[in-house]
Protein backbone atom coordinates (compact mmCIF):
# COMPACT_ATOMS: atom_id res chain seq x y z
CA UNK A 1 0.00 0.00 0.00
CA UNK A 2 1.31 3.44 -0.83
CA UNK A 3 1.00 5.74 2.23
CA UNK A 4 0.59 9.57 1.49
CA UNK A 5 2.21 11.84 3.89
CA UNK A 6 1.68 16.12 4.37
CA UNK A 7 3.16 18.81 5.25
CA UNK A 8 2.91 20.95 7.20
CA UNK A 9 0.03 19.81 8.79
CA UNK A 10 -1.09 23.24 10.03
CA UNK A 11 0.20 26.81 9.05
CA UNK A 12 -0.96 30.07 8.89
CA UNK A 13 -0.40 32.70 5.93
CA UNK A 14 -1.60 36.28 5.24
CA UNK A 15 -4.19 37.23 2.85
CA UNK A 16 -2.76 37.83 -0.67
CA UNK A 17 0.17 35.83 0.04
CA UNK A 18 1.30 32.61 -1.44
CA UNK A 19 1.59 28.75 -0.04
CA UNK A 20 3.00 26.14 -1.03
CA UNK A 21 1.98 22.44 0.59
CA UNK A 22 3.53 19.41 0.57
CA UNK A 23 2.44 16.04 -0.54
CA UNK A 24 4.94 13.09 -0.43
CA UNK A 25 4.01 9.17 -1.58
CA UNK A 26 6.11 6.04 -0.16
CA UNK A 27 6.81 4.61 -3.57
CA UNK A 28 6.35 6.27 -6.81
CA UNK A 29 2.99 6.87 -7.79
CA UNK A 30 3.70 8.92 -11.95
CA UNK A 31 1.28 11.59 -11.92
CA UNK A 32 -1.28 9.64 -10.59
CA UNK A 33 -2.25 12.35 -7.99
CA UNK A 34 -4.86 14.77 -6.67
CA UNK A 35 -5.55 17.71 -4.60
CA UNK A 36 -8.95 18.40 -3.04
CA UNK A 37 -10.20 21.21 -0.85
CA UNK A 38 -12.86 20.66 2.12
CA UNK A 39 -14.25 23.33 4.08
CA UNK A 40 -15.50 23.01 7.88
CA UNK A 41 -19.17 21.22 7.56
CA UNK A 42 -19.07 20.76 3.53
CA UNK A 43 -18.09 17.59 0.87
CA UNK A 44 -14.41 17.68 -0.43
CA UNK A 45 -13.76 19.65 -3.58
CA UNK A 46 -11.30 18.59 -6.38
CA UNK A 47 -8.85 21.25 -7.22
CA UNK A 48 -6.15 19.32 -9.27
CA UNK A 49 -5.82 15.39 -11.24
CA UNK A 50 -3.33 14.29 -12.74
CA UNK A 51 -0.59 16.15 -10.68
CA UNK A 52 -0.88 19.36 -12.08
CA UNK A 53 -4.42 19.65 -14.29
CA UNK A 54 -6.86 21.78 -12.73
CA UNK A 55 -10.26 20.59 -11.88
CA UNK A 56 -13.64 22.72 -14.18
CA UNK A 57 -13.90 26.05 -13.12
CA UNK A 58 -10.96 25.72 -10.52
CA UNK A 59 -8.75 29.41 -10.52
CA UNK A 60 -5.55 29.81 -11.98
CA UNK A 61 -4.58 30.88 -8.67
CA UNK A 62 -4.25 26.99 -7.62
CA UNK A 63 -1.13 25.32 -9.19
CA UNK A 64 -0.35 21.40 -9.00
CA UNK A 65 3.19 20.31 -9.44
CA UNK A 66 5.68 16.93 -9.25
CA UNK A 67 5.94 13.21 -10.20
CA UNK A 68 6.98 10.73 -8.89
CA UNK A 69 6.86 10.76 -4.59
CA UNK A 70 6.67 14.43 -3.83
CA UNK A 71 3.94 16.70 -5.26
CA UNK A 72 2.76 20.40 -4.06
CA UNK A 73 0.26 22.73 -3.98
CA UNK A 74 0.92 26.14 -4.46
CA UNK A 75 -2.12 28.51 -3.83
CA UNK A 76 -1.11 32.41 -4.48
CA UNK A 77 -2.80 35.29 -4.05
CA UNK A 78 -4.56 34.40 -1.00
CA UNK A 79 -7.95 34.66 0.03
CA UNK A 80 -9.93 34.28 3.10
CA UNK A 81 -12.33 31.88 1.48
CA UNK A 82 -9.28 29.45 0.95
CA UNK A 83 -8.84 28.64 4.72
CA UNK A 84 -9.92 24.60 4.49
CA UNK A 85 -7.81 21.34 4.42
CA UNK A 86 -6.50 20.07 1.95
CA UNK A 87 -5.72 16.59 1.13
CA UNK A 88 -3.81 14.69 -1.60
CA UNK A 89 -4.70 11.75 -2.77
CA UNK A 90 -2.82 8.84 -5.11
CA UNK A 91 -4.75 6.65 -7.38
CA UNK A 92 -1.60 4.76 -9.00
CA UNK A 93 -1.68 0.93 -8.95
CA UNK A 94 -4.95 0.24 -7.10
CA UNK A 95 -6.88 -0.37 -4.81
CA UNK A 96 -6.47 0.63 -2.61
CA UNK A 97 -6.30 4.28 -2.92
CA UNK A 98 -5.31 6.77 -0.52
CA UNK A 99 -4.99 9.83 0.99
CA UNK A 100 -2.78 11.95 3.23
CA UNK A 101 -3.90 13.08 6.34
CA UNK A 102 -3.61 16.67 5.14
CA UNK A 103 -3.04 19.95 5.55
CA UNK A 104 -5.13 22.47 7.68
CA UNK A 105 -4.42 26.17 6.14
CA UNK A 106 -5.86 29.35 7.62
CA UNK A 107 -5.99 32.49 6.48
CA UNK A 108 -4.60 35.45 8.58
CA UNK B 1 -24.01 17.47 -11.53
CA UNK B 2 -25.91 16.64 -7.85
CA UNK B 3 -25.48 13.49 -6.08
CA UNK B 4 -27.30 12.98 -2.55
CA UNK B 5 -26.89 10.19 0.26
CA UNK B 6 -29.42 8.84 2.41
CA UNK B 7 -29.81 5.86 4.95
CA UNK B 8 -27.45 7.40 7.62
CA UNK B 9 -28.32 6.06 11.06
CA UNK B 10 -27.37 5.46 14.20
CA UNK B 11 -27.41 1.56 14.59
CA UNK B 12 -26.02 -1.09 16.99
CA UNK B 13 -22.75 -3.15 16.77
CA UNK B 14 -23.16 -6.17 14.43
CA UNK B 15 -26.02 -4.27 13.01
CA UNK B 16 -26.06 -3.64 9.08
CA UNK B 17 -27.53 -0.52 7.01
CA UNK B 18 -28.32 0.17 3.49
CA UNK B 19 -26.99 3.44 2.28
CA UNK B 20 -28.18 4.64 -1.34
CA UNK B 21 -27.11 7.70 -3.47
CA UNK B 22 -29.55 9.59 -5.80
CA UNK B 23 -27.43 10.87 -8.83
CA UNK B 24 -28.53 13.39 -11.06
CA UNK B 25 -27.89 16.03 -13.64
CA UNK B 26 -25.29 13.60 -15.84
CA UNK B 27 -25.52 10.17 -17.40
CA UNK B 28 -25.18 7.90 -14.76
CA UNK B 29 -24.59 4.42 -16.48
CA UNK B 30 -21.13 5.87 -18.02
CA UNK B 31 -19.34 7.02 -14.61
CA UNK B 32 -17.27 4.58 -12.17
CA UNK B 33 -18.32 5.34 -8.71
CA UNK B 34 -17.23 5.19 -5.20
CA UNK B 35 -17.89 5.62 -1.73
CA UNK B 36 -15.71 7.98 0.41
CA UNK B 37 -15.65 7.88 4.33
CA UNK B 38 -14.38 10.43 7.03
CA UNK B 39 -14.97 9.65 10.51
CA UNK B 40 -15.81 12.81 13.13
CA UNK B 41 -12.85 15.14 13.22
CA UNK B 42 -10.20 12.72 10.53
CA UNK B 43 -9.49 12.80 7.11
CA UNK B 44 -10.66 10.86 4.08
CA UNK B 45 -10.78 7.04 3.37
CA UNK B 46 -11.53 5.75 0.26
CA UNK B 47 -13.84 1.74 1.06
CA UNK B 48 -15.35 1.20 -2.54
CA UNK B 49 -15.42 1.45 -6.13
CA UNK B 50 -17.94 0.23 -8.74
CA UNK B 51 -17.36 0.53 -12.41
CA UNK B 52 -20.17 2.18 -14.92
CA UNK B 53 -21.71 -1.21 -16.05
CA UNK B 54 -20.80 -3.21 -12.37
CA UNK B 55 -18.18 -5.53 -14.13
CA UNK B 56 -15.62 -4.23 -11.33
CA UNK B 57 -16.03 -3.94 -7.85
CA UNK B 58 -13.20 -3.05 -5.89
CA UNK B 59 -13.00 -2.69 -1.87
CA UNK B 60 -10.80 -1.11 0.90
CA UNK B 61 -9.40 -3.78 3.04
CA UNK B 62 -11.32 -2.44 5.98
CA UNK B 63 -14.46 -3.15 4.94
CA UNK B 64 -13.49 -6.23 2.02
CA UNK B 65 -16.06 -9.21 3.04
CA UNK B 66 -18.51 -6.62 5.32
CA UNK B 67 -19.76 -3.99 2.84
CA UNK B 68 -20.75 -4.18 -0.58
CA UNK B 69 -21.37 -1.88 -3.16
CA UNK B 70 -23.89 -1.84 -5.80
CA UNK B 71 -25.74 0.40 -7.99
CA UNK B 72 -29.20 0.48 -10.47
CA UNK B 73 -28.09 2.37 -13.88
CA UNK B 74 -32.02 2.30 -14.39
CA UNK B 75 -32.53 4.65 -11.38
CA UNK B 76 -29.74 6.41 -11.66
CA UNK B 77 -28.56 5.19 -7.83
CA UNK B 78 -25.77 3.70 -6.54
CA UNK B 79 -25.73 1.51 -2.92
CA UNK B 80 -23.80 0.66 -0.08
CA UNK B 81 -24.72 -2.16 1.70
CA UNK B 82 -23.38 -2.77 5.27
CA UNK B 83 -22.93 -5.58 7.38
CA UNK B 84 -21.20 -6.42 10.68
CA UNK B 85 -20.99 -2.68 11.27
CA UNK B 86 -18.41 -1.82 14.28
CA UNK B 87 -18.17 1.38 15.81
CA UNK B 88 -14.69 2.41 13.72
CA UNK B 89 -17.38 2.40 11.03
CA UNK B 90 -18.54 5.62 12.27
CA UNK B 91 -18.73 8.59 9.86
CA UNK B 92 -19.73 10.67 7.74
CA UNK B 93 -19.82 8.52 4.07
CA UNK B 94 -20.00 10.60 0.79
CA UNK B 95 -20.66 9.29 -2.50
CA UNK B 96 -18.56 10.46 -5.54
CA UNK B 97 -17.99 10.31 -8.86
CA UNK B 98 -15.10 9.63 -11.12
CA UNK B 99 -13.89 12.67 -13.15
CA UNK B 100 -13.64 10.88 -16.78
CA UNK B 101 -16.42 8.50 -18.55
CA UNK B 102 -16.07 4.74 -19.49
CA UNK B 103 -12.71 4.76 -17.01
CA UNK B 104 -12.14 3.72 -13.16
CA UNK B 105 -9.20 6.61 -12.63
CA UNK B 106 -10.17 7.28 -9.48
CA UNK B 107 -10.33 11.24 -9.60
CA UNK B 108 -13.45 12.37 -7.56
CA UNK B 109 -15.13 14.89 -9.50
CA UNK B 110 -17.90 15.36 -7.74
CA UNK B 111 -19.00 14.56 -4.09
CA UNK B 112 -22.64 14.65 -2.24
CA UNK B 113 -22.96 15.98 0.71
CA UNK B 114 -22.45 13.04 2.34
CA UNK B 115 -24.68 10.58 4.98
CA UNK B 116 -23.83 10.03 9.31
CA UNK B 117 -23.07 6.39 10.21
CA UNK B 118 -23.09 5.89 13.71
CA UNK B 119 -22.10 2.99 15.49
CA UNK B 120 -23.21 2.87 18.81
CA UNK B 121 -24.97 0.98 21.64
Known amino acids: ETVMTQSPATLSVSRGGTVTLSCRASQSVGTDLAWYQQKPGQAPRLLIY???TRAAGIPARFTGSGSGTDFTLTISSLQSEDSAVYYC??????????FGPGTKLSIK | VQLVESGGALVKPGGSLRLSCEAS????????MNWVRQAPGKGLEWIATIGYNSVHKYYADSVKGRFTVSRDNAVNSLFLEMNGLKADDTAMYFCTRDRPSYSLVAEFDSWGPGTLVTVSS
Open chain 1, 50 to 52: AAS
Open chain 2, 25 to 32: GFNFNIYS
Open chain 1, 89 to 98: QHYNNWPPIT
